[in-house]
Nanobody, 123 residues
């Protein structure tokens, strides 16, 4: 069982930055692909970014490409999401998830989920 705990959310003005962190309890963290997803009020959960177990491959949703960066530190069992040039439409609850397989944007592939952290971007 992998426990994931997100942190770093908050309120920021449009154009600002935030860095989300997701700490994993499992020592085998380095074997999991890690993804970030988000869910805005009244909308379905959507893919944001994913990073392979080694960190060699990353993929992003078109809506965040060039503004967000996903990274990981396997020694610290932590994955990060650096969010720059934030827009009001980025407002959502952000979730990290672990996939014991290949890096994929398909949320159905993920085995473990965190509780989420709120990001609010004001205009």
């Amino acid at each position: 069982q992998v426990q994931l705990v997100e942190s770093g959310g908050g309120l920021v003005q449009a154009g600002g930055s935030l860095r989300l962190s997701c700490a994993a309890s499992e020592r085998t963290f380095s074997s999991y692909a890690m993804g970030w997803f988000r869910q805005a009020p009244g909308k379905e959960r959507e893919f944001v970014a994913v990073i392979s177990w080694s960190g060699a491959r990353t993929y992003y949703a078109d809506s965040v490409k060039g503004r967000f960066t996903i990274s990981r530190d396997n020694a610290k069992n932590t994955v990060y999401l650096q969010m720059n040039s934030l827009k009001p439409e980025d407002t959502a609850v952000y979730y990290c998830a672990a996939d014991n397989g290949i890096a994929t944007p398909d949320s159905r592939a993920y085995d473990y989920w965190g509780q989420g952290t709120q990001v609010t971007v004001s205009s």
